[in-house]
Nanobody, 112 residues
Framework: QVQLVESGGGLVQPGGSLRLSCAAS????????MTWYRQAPGKEREFVAR????????YYADSVKGRFTISRSNANNTAVLQMNNLKPEDTAIYYC?????WGQGTQVTVSS
């Protein structure tokens, strides 16, 4: 069965960095677009970043462009979201999405 497992979240100060990973199994990873979303309490889930099948093309929400980088390893069935220059507004649960499935999420808290 499809499984997506996020990891790497935590508490970080503004301006800091975190690296989120999504480990995928149960489907042919390389055949699916990989997307990161996030959801803060009281807010709707929002798109963060997307990467094409081969990793050639990426797309970012305006709010994170220039700070976040999405990448993938089809050999390792993993997708990564490198988050730099984090802001308090980035605080949310971050989810990976592929194959019509969601991971359980990993908490990112940006606070001084």
């Amino acid at each position: 069965q499809v499984q997506l497992v996020e990891s790497g979240g935590g508490l970080v100060q503004p301006g800091g960095s975190l690296r989120l990973s999504c480990a995928a199994s149960g489907f042919t990873f390389s055949r699916y677009i990989m997307t990161w979303y996030r959801q803060a309490p009281g807010k709707e889930r929002e798109f963060v970043a997307r990467i094409s099948l081969s990793g050639t093309h990426t797309y970012y929400a305006d709010s994170v462009k220039g700070r976040f980088t999405i990448s993938r390893s089809n050999a390792n069935n993993t997708a990564v979201l490198q988050m730099n220059n984090l802001k308090p507004e980035d605080t949310a649960i971050y989810y990976c999405h592929a194959a019509d499935s969601w991971g359980q999420g990993t908490q990112v808290t940006v606070s001084s």
